[in-house]
């Protein structure tokens, strides 16, 4: 098929659905201008109230229960409704709502009914297992959890990917698009991908089996949720401009036309770099798509995923300073994209054809459409975007003849009870409870004043019908959803941690610079002619950009942690980046490592020779002895124990050092690996925890905690170099790549395979995490400091 056949063909499509929604259109029309809606709603409300208005008896003045916390406090929500013996339903409709929306489904049909109570058993059960094991929905969205989680699903390979493809989106997000907004809407994409998956597994389907499905689900989930920062709210930003917006356009319009994404040249003189990241990664999402597909799937798909981009283009053409456009040239764009974008869900995992979901789905769209726009409406209108209710706002007094978008909702909530679910009592309590929430978030997001003004203004034609909903929209009860009460927490979450990231890299980058200006080596006056040069080496390998991980955990562990005055640890700080600096000295040599590179710059023994390297690292260690002798503001006691356990980890990285030396060349186990790194590397990232812990006379299970997470980060510190070894860039890096397969020496990836060194860094990411939980209080920078572990590029 040539490019004028398809161009034919997805057209031909387009042509159909836009009838189609033509006609339901007509139908919603005809509802607005007669409000035949009003009286068929107004009873179904009456039918509803009778179990959301609560019953007030004598009885429940003197038996007041726990009152009810803020909706958006996710573990007291959980916990009051388990306690008022409202979880059931709390979750039966959620759920329901679910089954309903994303998976176009019945819910007067048997077999759903079936499928909701089972999934509902397991969501309970789940929750009512957190809260008996104190587990905060923080702690269940950190990484630990859900790598947990996978790996019991046997998709932890899936989620490693998904997780560095994540943070790969966050990093090149042009700055003009909201990174949080992305991120939650390729989240949601993503689990609405893998419900449609597990939807269409078999009840007896092995548990291998069901693993590389729902790890498909993941990659395709990413690959058609990344069109929706990449294309969609791309075009809709200010980061291209009119021009680059019309070449960006055309680029799609062709990789749908022709099956073949355009090479980056296409898109002009757009000289952006970020582009070249969007370019790279839609097209590998394309590619995986489109390969995913059946042959008697992929024109379905192709055709769905053009007229799901033609409906968004022809609606963000629009132009809000434009007064003429009629209702149709309004809403029918927006129901076919509304219903298109979870329509082509099925399509995208080459599901079977199924005329009853897409009935019920095609109808259902603008439903969510409209409540979705009713919220955004005011930042919509700030924006200059064309909605059905910007536009209403902007021209209803000089344009009598345009529909009402309010009513027009509120006809299709009818027509979706009464025609598309056939009056099922399920389904108008499902849909009402979604509405009359919907109103209510919405009242207590604007403030009552101004909710008002907004009702007057969209129900000035159906007065008595609104002050109905208003009466259940003040006191009905029992109508929040488990995935609004999700979503705000994660919202929550997302906005705590990278709060907290950015809190982290601010406090890291001031700690760096603070604790470069007290390392320098002083020379005294009358200093002795052959000890200047060795202390002008020992201040060049100081001076290099290291990142001074371990004297600024020290600093914080010390200083926040244990209250310890900043100024009197100074010089642990020095000994401990001392001794740090030494042992990468000696490491450098040709004798062991042989590098020429360290920390940007060449090394010591490029610069000088190598007896001066040697020579300066035995200076640095008796600096680092002096330093610790010199802090004469702690417990003589503390202090000595801190000079023995120094000196005993300085013993065993010598010789984790000498069995690194003697296992060059050879193929050591994971175990011999492991007891290399941890010797080699990892007592000295164990000492930054554990010395002022000493000077701060912290109990012995404090000082078991923390060598446990010690242990673990470290090891999961050098899975990621050893990873960054193999597939990062020298000039990212600060030293030469390839280092250890050029060498024939042993490490996390020639032993486990890169695959098998992700899964085994992010096992001890979850053993280092499970740690801190034995701490007495919990200590943030040491969670966001093991996230930046495993999450560096350097």
């Known amino acids: 098929m040539n490019v004028l056949q398809m161009t034919d063909q997805v057209e031909t499509s387009y042509a159909r659905a836009e009838r189609r929604a033509a006609a339901y259109f007509s139908i919603l029309h005809k509802q607005v201008l007669e409000h035949s809606f009003i009286p068929v709603l107004t009873d179904d409300i009456h039918q509803w109230k009778k179990k959301h208005l609560p019953h007030r008896s004598l009885l429940s003045l003197f038996s007041r229960k726990k009152k009810r916390p803020d909706s958006k406090d996710y573990e007291r929500t959980i916990q009051w409704l388990d306690y008022m013996g409202k979880l059931d339903d709390y979750l039966d409709r959620s759920v329901s709502y679910i089954y309903m929306r994303d ?39 950190s990484l630990g959890w859900i790598y947990r989680r996978a790996q019991k699903l046997g998709i932890e390979s899936a989620v490693i990917w998904l997780i560095d493809k994540l943070k790969q989106v966050g990093m090149n997000l042009p700055k003009e698009l909201n990174a949080e907004h992305a991120e939650r809407k390729l989240l949601k994409i993503i689990l609405g991908v893998v419900i449609h998956v597990f939807e269409e597994m078999e009840p007896d389907i092995s548990y ?100 799901f981009f033609q409906s968004q283009e022809i609606d963000r053409a629009k132009d809000l300073g434009c007064s003429t456009y009629t209702n149709e040239e309004l809403y029918i764009p927006v129901i076919i994209k509304s219903s298109s974008s979870r329509l082509i869900v099925r399509s995208v995992i080459g599901a079977p054809l199924d005329e009853a979901f897409d009935h019920r789905t095609f109808y259902y769209g603008i439903y969510n459409q409209l409540a979705d726009d ?59 409870d979604r509405a009359i929430n919907g109103l209510k978030r919405c009242k207590e997001r604007l403030g009552a004043r101004k909710y008002e003004e907004v009702m007057a203004l969209f129900t000035s034609r159906m007065t008595p019908f609104n002050e109905f909903v208003q009466l259940m929209v003040q006191k009905a009860d029992d109508v929040d959803f488990f995935d609004k009460l999700l979503r705000d927490q994660l919202i929550q979450v997302l906005r705590s941690d990278r709060a907290g990231k950015n809190e982290f890299i601010a406090k890291v980058n001031g700690l760096r610079a603070e604790i470069n200006n007290i390392l320098p080596i002083e020379k005294e006056s009358g200093i002795a002619p052959m000890k200047e040069p060795l202390i002008d080496a020992a201040n060049y390998s100081l001076e290099g950009d290291g990142k001074r991980i371990r004297p600024i955990v020290s600093w914080i562990m010390g200083v926040e942690e244990y209250g310890l005055e900043a100024h009197r640890i100074y010089p642990l700080l020095r000994s401990i980046e001392y001794m ?136 999961a510190f050098q899975i990621k170099d050893d990873l960054l070894d193999k597939e990062g860039d020298m000039h990212t890096l600060g030293k030469p790549v390839g280092q250890d397969e050029e060498n024939n020496n042993s490490n996390f990836v020639s032993i486990l395979g890169q695959d098998g060194a992700r899964k085994a860094m992010w096992e001890h990411y979850c053993l280092a995490v499970e740690a801190l939980e034995g701490l007495p209080r919990p200590v943030t920078f040491l969670s966001h400091l093991l996230d930046f572990f495993v999450n560096r590029n350097r």
């Not at 759903?112 to 789940?126: E, F, L, M, N």
């Not at 355009?262 to 790279?280: C, D, E, F, S, T």
């Open 580 to 715: 740090h600096t030494a042992s990468l000295i000696f490491d450098d040599l040709p004798s062991q490592d042989n590098a020429s590179t360290r920390r940007g710059r060449p090394t010591l023994h490029e610069v000088h020779n190598v007896a001066t390297a040697e020579l300066t690292g035995l200076l640095l260690i008796q600096r680092a002895i002096k330093e610790q002798s010199s802090l004469h503001d702690f417990d003589p006691k503390a202090v000595l124990a801190l000079m023995q356990y120094s000196a005993e980890k300085t013993e065993e990285m010598c010789m984790g050092q000498a069995m690194d030396i003697r296992s060059k060349g050879q193929q050591l186990t994971l175990e011999e690996l492991n007891m290399v790194c941890f010797y080699k590397t990892g007592i000295a990232f164990e000492a930054s925890l554990i010395m002022p812990a000493i000077l701060a006379q912290v109990p012995d299970s404090e000082l078991d905690a923390l060598k446990k997470y010690a242990y673990h980060a470290g090891i």
């Open 374 to 432: 009713f919220a955004d409406m005011f930042e919509d209108l700030e924006n200059g975007a064309v909605t059905p209710y910007t536009y209403y706002l902007t021209y209803h007094e000089e344009r009598p003849d345009l529909i009402n978008p309010f009513e027009c909702y509120w006809a299709v909530i009818s027509h979706l009870i009464h025609h598309i679910h056939h009056s099922d009592a399920t389904t108008r309590e499902v849909i009402l």
């Open 208 to 307: 291998e089996e069901r693993a590389q499905k729902l790890s498909e689900a993941i990659h395709l989930g990413y690959a058609y949720g990344l069109t929706y920062p990449f294309i969609d709210d791309l075009l809709d930003s200010s980061a291209l401009n009119e021009q680059e917006k019309q070449q960006y356009s055309a680029m799609i319009r062709e990789a749908l036309l022709t099956r073949k994404v355009p090479p980056l040249g296409k898109l002009g003189n757009i000289g952006l770099q970020w582009i070249r990241y969007v370019h790279a990664e839609l097209s590998e999402a394309f590619e995986y798509m489109k390969n995913y597909q059946a042959q008697d799937t992929v024109e379905t798909f192709f055709e769905q995923s053009y007229v």
């Open 103 to 141: 998976l176009g489904k019945s819910l007067d049909s048997p077999a759903t009914r079936s499928r909701i109570s089972s999934v509902v058993a397991d969501v309970k059960r789940h929750l009512k297992a957190s809260t008996r094991q104190n587990v905060s929905q923080s702690d269940a969205l």
